[in-house]
């Protein structure tokens, strides 16, 4: 590696498993120190150890992102220790796959405040720190869902699409100050989520690239976004699909 992101403070929601594991692995293997959060703690501190094996740096700070306190004490707890937030990498979710008249009214709560309340606060807590320090990235993680309807995906499209939007107009406001915004929309990449779903292989079969992507597929893409790289980018939305929608 090359150390693309030497020094970088990150933190990564939903990092336990799935491609928020596989952009903590990646990201440490370009220099980041990376905050690995979610609610399980086994599976967090298992990252953050497979991490500190390889030689990288990383701890397990547990959130729950329907817990307004648990994430306000992640952004504070790597400030206060760190002294900086370069990187935030929104990616906890999941995904409600029912013909809408079918989804209760709890549902449709529980879901809008995880696939989309949840990342419009670690945005709010995070900008005013990266817009003092002089700069930043926040990466939101999306979905294809965002931009191509599908029966069943209507709760979870509207999330996803809201949140691309709130991406975009974020980033408007904070182009000047040097705070790059911008979202990955993922197509069938291989994660617990979906892995054994009796509707994958068919997921799988549909993509023009005849494979699911895999969680180092996207936490590369997510470096690029990460790092310098990147400085001239924002309010964009990058496809990793394999070429659905190409």
């Known amino acids: 590696m090359t150390g693309r992101m030497q020094d970088k403070v990150a933190i990564i929601t939903g990092s336990t498993m799935g491609i928020g594991k596989g952009c903590a692995i990646e990201f440490a293997k370009e220099g980041a120190i990376v905050i690995v959060s979610g609610r399980s703690e086994d599976l967090g501190k298992e990252v953050a150890a497979q991490i500190g094996a390889d030689g990288g740096r990383a701890e397990f700070v547990r959130c729950d992102m329907l817990v307004d306190a648990d994430c306000e004490h992640l952004v504070n707890y790597t400030k206060e220790k760190y002294g900086r937030i370069d990187v935030l990498v929104s990616n906890a979710g999941n995904i409600i796959a029912k013909p809408l008249v079918d989804i209760t009214l709890d549902e449709w709560d529980h879901y809008v405040a995880l696939d989309g309340r949840s990342y419009f606060l670690m945005m709010k807590l995070v900008l005013p720190i990266m817009d003092a320090q002089g700069g930043g990235s926040i990466i939101n993680m999306t979905s294809l869902a965002a931009i191509r309807p599908e ?57 023009p690239m005849g494979r699911a992507g895999t969680p180092e597929d996207v936490a590369k893409l997510c470096v690029y976004l990460g790092s310098d790289e990147s400085s001239f980018v924002t309010g964009a939305s990058y496809v990793i699909d394999g070429g659905v929608i190409s």
Do not use: W
């Open 151 to 207: 029966p069943g995906m209507s709760v979870y499209g509207f999330c996803k699409a809201g949140v691309n939007h709130m991406t975009k107009c974020a980033a408007k406001e904070y182009s000047a100050k040097q705070v790059r915004i911008n979202s990955v929309l993922p197509g069938v990449i291989m994660t617990p989520m979906i892995d054994g779903r009796p509707e994958t292989p068919m997921m799988v079969a549909s993509v």
